[in-house]
């Protein structure tokens, strides 16, 4: 079974632009969960959708937004980027609701210059 | 609100040897899941081993061993005959049983495996 990809794996852009990142689950998990890492700040959650819903969402600012398609596969935008949002953004998937195992992606690192 | 927090940004262990990274953490709940994540060079992290609290007996996975204390909240993961392989971040993390919520991470150990 294919594990978490995610799309683009480097990717540089300018402050003020947008950007957005794409995370495809495993075959059949329906949940998705979406991190920033950073040196500073470590791993930070940003939102986790589950069946096109978003059911947790963390501390971030309105310009971190997400979706959820039907085939469970998850995009995650960010809009007016701004230097501190250069990371590794990070997606995970978990087969439900009660399963508490998530697996990763090998992430996006974004560069913002 | 849960906070996982791990001591020791830094480690490093001679190969062969043993090592124990140190993992606190802090609820209220009684029912909860603990991990170990392990994220080498390439960035892809890797569920090492779970822990339900529920549970008195310590998961153990090949050379990864946890000694979990519950009364304590203290979750730390021993590895044993360390390979070079082993070299990553080391994340320890907390996910609650009662609710559907985010995993919580702590900081990070950056564990070196010395030749």
């Known amino acids: 079974k294919a594990g978490v990809t995610q799309t683009p794996r480097y990717l540089i852009k300018t402050r003020g632009q947008q950007v957005t990142l794409s995370c495809s689950p495993i075959s059949g998990h329906r949940s998705v969960s979406w991190y920033q890492q950073t040196p500073g700040q470590g791993l930070q959650f940003l939102f986790e959708?589950?069946?096109?819903?978003?059911?947790n969402k963390g501390n971030f600012p309105g310009r971190f937004s997400g979706r959820q398609f039907s085939n469970s596969r998850s995009e995650m935008n960010v809009s007016t980027l701004e230097l501190g949002d250069s990371a590794l953004y990070l997606c995970a998937s978990r087969a439900g609701q009660r399963a508490y195992e998530q697996y990763f992606g090998p992430g996006t690192r974004l560069t913002v210059t | 609100a849960q906070t996982v927090t791990q001591s020791q940004p830094e480690m490093s262990v001679q190969e062969a040897e043993t090592v124990t990274l140190s993992c606190t953490y802090d609820t209220s709940e009684s029912d909860y899941y603990l991990f170990w994540y392990k994220q080498p060079p390439s960035r892809q992290m890797i569920l090492v081993i779970r822990q339900e609290a529920y549970k008195q007996q310590n998961a153990t996975e090949n050379r990864f061993s946890v000694n979990f204390q519950k009364a304590a909240k203290s979750f730390s993961l021993k590895i044993s005959d360390s390979q070079l392989g082993d070299a990553a971040m080391y994340f320890c993390a907390y996910r609650s049983g009662f609710r559907d919520d985010k995993i919580i991470f702590g900081k990070g150990t950056r564990l070196h495996i010395l030749p």
């Open positions: 959708y589950f069946s096109e819903t978003q059911r």
